[in-house]
């Protein structure tokens, strides 16, 4: 693809993007107009038309064949024969320019077929069952795929359905959003023949929809033009200040990036490491960021050095020989080999600092990342071609090995949303996002989130709906709120509970960033209204009675924001997070039993619930209710919980503990305030074998703390134990059950 760009706004003016690879001439639109009307050659030679989409084809693909290009050149410019572009050339010229640019990205030949006649269906009288009998079935879905897109409003107005559909069926197979997208970056290269408003729609749209999805499937070399383009299209002044300063730093004597380059070959060249060392300018874009980050621009900061190598090992043997020849700037390093990006995206970035101070950025990658750099999944070839038998998953459906992780999350929201319009915005949201973090789980696996994403939207991302029953989470090895942002390369672990009639909390959807968190939640909120606003406070109380509720020493609860696994004290971010999971054992006996202290109630086939509030566990004496949705729920017979029900005439149900004796338990620690408390606590807590649900920790008062713990007992006999443990702890002055209070108290 060559490296400049006319400025559709400013006529004349050229946008130097990034050299890529070695420029080739750019494609003369006029010439190559004159010869598209010259017709198709003999059938035993390649039309003059295409010869530079050969060339480049070759470049990729010496031994390919083009004798699919010729016949697909034959067919689009006899079938397109006297229609026009608006510009005055022969509307051939953009289906051929269009190729040309998958063509320099390396596209492979079906593609480059498909886009050849990705307008005939479209324009002119040609069938897709023609185009299937000639080029066959691949092809056709291309051209198809195609064809439907261009049907696609992308604005603000646009339908969700449509487009749902539209992507949804484009999103089985990325060629055909390749495609798309290099037809958008023709069109906006010669977008100066239109009036100045229908200009800025289409750049808004490009901008809002188009580039992210270039973003994410990878293709840098067209996401970054077409930024370049939109650039002087929406923001001319800008773009005219940025371009007077990249003009600026052309003309100062000395260049710090080519200095440091000549530095770089000499350190490899005694280290024996094969490399090529390349100065990349910045794109206008990027240049515009970063003089709005950093103010006066230096030297080195309109570009960065490239180092190219032949295999994985030397990219670290590079970065070795950087680090001790030179002086690393070692906040800036970032190994995205090991950790690739989600759009395939593989490099390891680095910065070495100057004498005078100024930092020089430097990619360090191999040829075949180059590549996938530029082109994303263009560089895949063909991603679907496998044994016949494994070429569909029926129902028309594609096996594709090599999808990127954001394109099979699309279908998955587009399965799992309420309805379109939920579907759009999600997506709208998505497309914003124009970083992703990699976090790790303690398996050793990987989840890809975007930046600002919560331990909520990574319970969503590892567990789907499953998620639901999410109680805490741990964020590099200490307990962490749901709701705590999450940055790069954090190890998350998700602490699931085992109740199958766990939900999630409403709250949750202020955390939740991604569509799958989003999504999920809301699906479930839409089938569990919230209670209505005149619901008596009573009726209130017992329908959460089973939530739970960690008490203070007071019995008051403690503040939801102390809460130190996710969220309010009524379970971590509210949701049942210490209600008892349902046992065996007392289905025989006419009723489920809680593993909290096998609780068995008389009443048959009925979920049971340990009320948080009081956290019963044997030999306490214990009253149960039967509340809404056909659940029991279990309270001391001094909880005020317990009280109110009898004061509304709620039904008792009968109650006795059964054999199991693994319980649940709140127990309230105070302490004197000193580092490391919690730690301590945790740890002491963890070796007495006994699991934490659920902790809240509420602010110093008077240089005393004190600590909540909801705990899960695998034997009720060793409270006493574990309390003594507690009470060891350095700084501890007192471990106590949590008592409940009466109303009003």
């Not at 003016?13 to 420029?23: H, I, K, T």
């Not at 973003?215 to 923001?235: M, N, P, S, W, Y």
């Amino acid at each position: 693809m060559s490296a400049d760009a006319t400025n559709p706004a400013a006529p004349g003016a050229v946008v130097p993007a990034a050299p890529r690879r070695r420029a080739r001439p750019r494609l003369d639109l006029r010439r190559l107009g004159r010869a598209a009307l010259l017709g198709p050659a003999a059938r035993d030679r390649l039309p003059d038309a295409i010869g530079h989409v050969a060339e480049a084809h070759r470049a990729h693909f010496p031994d390919a064949d083009l004798e699919p290009l010729r016949r697909a050149y034959v067919l689009a410019e006899s079938s397109h024969r006297g229609q026009m572009r608006k510009s005055g050339e022969p509307y051939i010229t953009h289906p051929l320019a269009v190729t040309l640019i998958l063509a320099e990205l390396g596209a492979e030949t079906t593609t480059l077929t498909a886009s050849l006649l990705h307008d005939t269906v479209e324009d002119t009288d040609v069938t897709l069952d023609q185009v299937g009998e000639e080029f066959g079935a691949e092809v056709r879905y291309l051209v198809d795929g195609v064809t439907k897109l261009e049907k696609v409003d992308y604005g603000a107005a646009a339908e969700p359905e449509t487009f749902r559909k539209m992507l949804v069926a484009t999103g089985s197979d990325v060629r055909v959003m390749s495609i798309k997208l290099a037809d958008r970056l023709h069109n906006m290269r010669t977008l100066g023949v239109m009036r100045p408003e229908k200009q800025a729609r289409i750049a808004k749209v490009t901008r809002d929809v188009l580039i992210p999805l270039a973003e994410r499937l990878g293709v840098q070399a067209l996401k970054t033009e077409l930024e370049d383009l939109v650039f002087a299209i929406l923001h001319p002044e800008e773009y005219r200040h940025t371009r007077e300063l990249i003009a600026e730093n052309a003309s100062r004597p000395g260049d710090p990036l080519t200095e440091v380059a000549e530095q770089v070959r000499g350190v490899l060249r005694e280290a024996d490491i094969a490399a090529e060392v390349l100065v990349r300018p910045r794109h206008f874009v990027s240049v515009h960021r970063v003089s709005r980050k950093r103010g006066r621009l230096r030297g080195a900061d309109f570009g960065r050095l490239l180092v190219l190598v032949t295999e994985d090992a030397d990219c670290y043997g590079v970065l070795g020989e950087l680090h001790t020849c030179m002086t690393p700037v070692v906040s800036e390093f970032k190994d995205f080999i090991a950790v690739p990006k989600f759009n395939l995206y593989q490099s390891l970035h680095t910065a070495v600092a100057r004498e005078d101070g100024q930092v020089v950025e430097v990619l360090i990658r191999t040829y075949q990342m180059h590549k996938v750099a530029e082109a994303g999944v263009v560089a895949l070839g063909n991603p679907y071609a496998a044994p016949a038998e494994e070429q569909s998953a029926g129902d028309g459906e594609r096996v594709d090995p090599t999808r990127p992780g954001w394109l099979s999350r699309l279908l998955d929201w587009q399965e799992a949303a309420p309805d379109p319009d939920t579907f759009w915005s999600t997506l709208r949201e998505d497309l914003a996002q124009d970083r992703e973090i990699t976090v790790f789980r303690p398996d050793g696996g990987t989840l890809g989130l975007p930046d600002g994403a919560t331990c909520v939207d990574a319970a969503y991302a590892q567990y789907g709906e499953d998620a639901h029953a999410c109680i805490g989470a741990r964020v590099n090895g200490r307990l962490a709120r749901l709701s705590t942002v999450l940055k790069d390369g954090d190890t998350v672990q998700l602490l699931m509970g085992q109740d199958p009639a766990s939900e999630p909390s409403r709250e949750w959807l202020e955390h939740a960033h991604t569509p799958a968190a989003r999504i999920a939640i809301q699906r479930w909120l839409a089938t569990h209204p919230a209670p209505a606003d005149d619901e008596p406070e009573e009726e209130r109380d017992l329908r959460d009675a089973a939530a739970p509720e960690a008490a203070d020493a007071s019995g008051a609860l403690a503040e939801p924001t102390t809460d130190a696994l996710g969220g309010p004290a009524t379970g971590v971010l509210g949701g049942p997070a210490t209600e008892a999971p349902a046992g065996p054992g007392a289905e025989a006996l006419g009723g489920r039993s809680g593993a909290a202290g096998a609780v068995v109630v008389d009443a048959p086939h009925t979920a049971v619930r340990l009320a948080g509030c009081c956290t019963p566990v044997p030999p306490d004496r214990v009253a149960a209710f039967a509340v809404r949705g056909g659940v029991v729920t279990v309270h001391r017979v001094e909880c005020p919980g317990a009280a109110r029900m009898k004061g509304t005439g709620r039904a008792e149900v009968g109650v006795r503990w059964g054999d199991t004796t693994a319980c649940r338990v709140t127990l309230l620690a105070e302490s004197f305030g000193r580092p490391h408390l919690l730690a301590d606590l945790t740890e002491a807590i963890a070796l007495e074998g006994v699991e934490i649900v659920s902790a809240t920790v509420a602010p110093p008062a008077q240089q005393r703390v004190h600590h909540t713990y909801t705990l899960q007992l695998p034997d009720a006999a060793r409270l006493p134990a574990l309390m003594r443990a507690m009470r060891s702890v350095p700084g501890v002055y007192d471990v106590s059950r949590a008592q409940p209070q009466p109303p009003g108290a």
